[in-house]
Structures are given as C-alpha cells and as structure tokens.
C-alpha cells in the first residue's frame, strides 16, 4: 500500500478517536447528576436553556448545559454555547485593573483629576478625589444608571450609537462627572453601571486600547477562554448559539440576537460578556485559586483587594461578600442580568469550592430557578454542611 494512503488511514483513525471521545464525554456531561439537577430546575421554570459548572478541590468537577437554543425550535444548547454573564463582567473588570495595577499602568489610589487632566475645569469638584477603589466597589456616588441611562439622554445615547465604544464610554463619562455625585464619594453604597462605565474610560485613557481589545489580550486569551464574547449571543436570524429569552405572562418569548438587543457597548465594563459555562468556570477558578494564595494569571495581593470591601459593607471590587456557614466563613457571589439572561456564581474560599450557573432566560423565575440549583449542589458537594 503507498505510504500515502497509510497516513490517509492513520489521520482517519485518529479523527474518529477524537469524536467518539469527544461524543463521549459530552454523553458523560450531560449524564451528570448536575445535569439531572438542571433538567428537573428547567421544566419547572419553564427555562430555555440551563448551564452549570462545579469546583471541588480547585478542579472543574462537573459542568453541564440541557435545554434548547431557542423555545419553539428544537436545536439543542451544547456545552460550548456562550451564555451571557451580565452584571457578572464587573468581576472580570475588577480583575483586568488587579492586573494592570500588576504591571504598574494604574494605581488603587490615583484620582478621576488626575486621570483626566484634560476635564479639570469641567468635573464636578466632588468627583476630584474619586479613586477606582471608589468606582469598583460603588462608593463613588455616580448615578445607577441601571433602568435607563440616565443623566445620559435618549438622544445623546442615539448619537452614541454611531460611535466606537471607547468613544461612547468616553463621551458618557465627561457628562456624567461634568454633573454633581447623587451622594457623596465614600458615604454608602450605590450600585452603579456608571461607575464600572468610567473604569472603563479609564482603562482606555492610560492603555490607549479599547476595553475589550484589553479583556481579551490579558484574562480571556491567557486562561483560553476561546468562547468569550460582548454583547448578545448568536448571529441575527440564525439559531446558531442560545437566544436571549423575556418573560411575557405566562409566555416566554425569544429576543433575535442582534446590536439593539442588548445594552449599549459603553456599558460592556458592567455586563455585556458572553461566554460557556466552561470557561467562565476558567475564570472562576483563577480567582478561587489567587484568593487561597496560589500564584497565577491573577496575584494573591491583588485579589486580596477585591475581595475585601474598602468602605464597609457587603461590596468588595467586583465582588458581593457574604458570610456562609457552608462556605467556612466568607464567599463571593455575584449576579448578573440584561433583562433576558441571568447567571449566578458563588465563590468559597475557605472551602476550595465554587458553583456557577447560567440561563437565557431572563424575567422573575430565573434568579430562583438558579438558586434552587447552586443550593442543590452546594448540598450534594458539601453535605456536612
């Protein structure tokens, strides 16, 4: 037989090993009781897809995906589909400043006039001394911005539109500091797309990069995050990843993916990143793994910021801080939602453990459905607690 033909033959034999494997441990996945967990939540949510991972001892120990893309089709959702992780992007922000602050392109304590010079004469007086300690754990008294946009107009975000997104972000943060803060910087806590808005401004004016050109470069490439993406899943018109999904009475109706069905670029340093459950499990355990001392992508002393609230408070940098008994003490957690998807992620430490959980689904239901399933495997992982 020609050589040529052996390695046809050799190159076959190896291509379908690799499928049957890969068949295989999607069989498995989606075999797991996690799964079981998820399917048994889906049906009494009336959820379209659901997405789940589990960390025991630093390890992804099982991650599964049931349901469907879009309701009323039948195309399955897959364990590589992106779901899209809302307000949970504010962590990964916290994360890309730790590192930059690692290479001593930022600094915790530099002011909002020092990193724009250029507006001096123009900020309000009480945004001076305004520090990213401040804009990452919502101290900074800059306004929601969360129904709606206000102090930015309706007309000023369609004018927006037609820019690029540094530049929206660029333009939002002039108006916003050109106003007085709703309260004082440093007095409470309120929570503030804004705020993670003008990070992102920030980020952009020292780097002379785009926010998401710099996401991706420093924490989704490095951790192989492959999946990872802004804004809505899928192409428009195509059943090609999970579709975004609001609840309407009783019905639950699919959004068509496209550049107006989701919030508006400038606000991608809040909540506009997309990925699988497997690799935003990637990211989780990163920063499980620097908040237990380990050495990696992300430093221990860096996290240590993020994980303690400056100001008081249940708020840390990117970060909600509870105490669970579960847990062994203190645990990060964080939720996220454009109104047509929610997730979920819990954090413990002390325990080594982590659980993550997606639907595209948004509306009442979800945060629930969610719930039930990390109190599941919270009790199946860690039964003596």
């Not at 309260?183 to 401004?201: R, V």
């Not at 999970?242 to 919030?263: A, E, L, M």
């Not at 430093?299 to 994980?307: F, G, I, S």
């Not at 939602?337 to 982590?354: K, L, Y």
Request: charged share 20%.
């Amino acid at each position: 037989m020609p050589i040529h033909w052996l390695v046809c033959w050799f190159w076959l034999a190896v291509l379908l090993l690799v499928r049957a494997h890969s068949g295989f441990a999607t069989e498995r996945l989606q075999a797991s009781e996690l799964a079981k967990e998820l399917r048994a939540v889906r049906e009494e949510y009336a959820l379209a897809a659901v997405a789940a991972a589990v960390i025991v001892e630093g390890e992804l120990r099982e991650a599964a995906v049931v349901g469907v893309r879009k309701c009323g089709s039948e195309v399955a959702a897959e364990v590589n589909d992106p779901f899209h992780l809302g307000s949970c992007t504010k962590a990964m922000t916290a994360s890309l400043v730790g590192l930059l602050v690692q290479q001593g392109k930022l600094k915790w304590e530099t002011t909002l006039a020092e990193y724009f010079p250029q507006w001096k004469d123009t900020m309000h007086p009480d945004y001076r001394g305004v520090t990213l300690v401040h804009l990452l754990s919502h101290r900074a008294g800059v306004p929601p911005m969360t129904d709606g946009f206000a102090p930015v107009s309706a007309g000023e975000i369609v004018l927006l539109a037609w820019k690029s997104p540094s530049a929206q972000r660029r333009r939002v943060t002039e108006i916003v500091l050109g106003q007085p803060p709703v309260c004082k910087p440093g007095e409470k806590e309120l929570y503030s797309n804004a705020g993670y808005t003008i990070i992102g401004a920030i980020i952009e004016q020292v780097t002379s990069e785009e926010y998401e050109t710099l996401l991706r470069r420093l924490l989704f490439v490095p951790l192989g995050m492959s999946t990872a993406g802004f804004g809505a899943m899928g192409a428009p018109g195509r059943v090609d990843a999970p579709w975004q999904h609001r609840r309407t009475g009783d019905k639950t109706v699919p959004i068509d993916p496209g550049p107006f069905s989701d919030n508006p670029p400038f606000i991608t340093p809040a909540g506009r990143v997309h990925c699988s459950i497997e690799d935003w499990a990637k990211y989780v355990r990163c920063v499980l793994a620097a908040t237990r001392g380990a050495e990696g992508l992300l430093q221990p002393a860096q996290v240590q910021q993020l994980k303690e609230p400056p100001f008081g408070g249940g708020y840390a940098l990117g970060w909600g801080i509870h105490e669970r008994s579960w847990g062994g003490g203190k645990v990060l957690s964080h939720a996220g939602s454009n109104g047509g998807n929610f997730c979920v992620v819990w954090i413990a430490p002390q325990r080594n453990f982590a659980v993550l959980a997606a639907t595209n689904c948004g509306g009442d239901k979800a945060p629930e459905a969610l719930d039930r399933i990390c109190a599941a495997t919270i009790k199946r992982l860690l039964p003596e607690n």
